[in-house]
């Protein structure tokens, strides 16, 4: 979600989409932050969020661009493939005209977008 939207229009689309869990960096988006969670607690107290912070790219990454042909590699793990029906992740809208709109992009339609030639 763009920082750029208003906690109101941020909230609205987590309970648009039915999201309960926000991964942020609480040092750049302090203010935002303590805007959503005001909000939250001025409008609709039962709805359950949790804010939590992002782990520093290093700390996901130790060797990132430093890694050496000897270092062990493991792969990430397959899983279970989603139907392709399913939401893999949403958009949303500028909000030009209101509140952003949530635009739903399913498994399907993302592997049609990965599947193009530039």
């Known amino acids: 979600m763009s920082p750029r939207n208003t906690a109101a229009a941020i909230l609205k689309?987590?309970?648009d989409t039915s999201c309960h869990r926000l991964l942020t960096?609480?040092?750049t988006l302090r203010s935002l932050l303590t805007?959503?969670?005001s909000e939250l607690s001025s409008s609709d107290s039962s709805y359950d969020l949790s804010i939590e912070e992002v782990p520093p790219l290093l700390d996901?990454?130790?060797k990132l661009g430093h890694?050496?042909?000897e270092d062990?590699?493991?792969p990430y793990p397959s899983g279970v493939r989603?139907?392709?029906d399913g939401v893999?992740?949403?958009?949303h809208s500028s909000g030009s005209t209101g509140f952003p709109k949530t635009i739903r992009q399913t498994f399907k339609s993302m592997m049609h977008w990965a599947s193009f030639r530039g």
């Open 13 to 15: 689309l987590l309970q």
């Open 25 to 27: 960096t609480q040092e």
């Open 35 to 37: 805007e959503i969670t």
């Open 60 to 62: 996901i990454f130790p």
């Open 67 to 69: 890694e050496k042909e």
């Open 72 to 74: 062990a590699f493991q």
């Open 82 to 84: 989603p139907p392709l």
């Open 88 to 91: 893999l992740i949403y958009l």
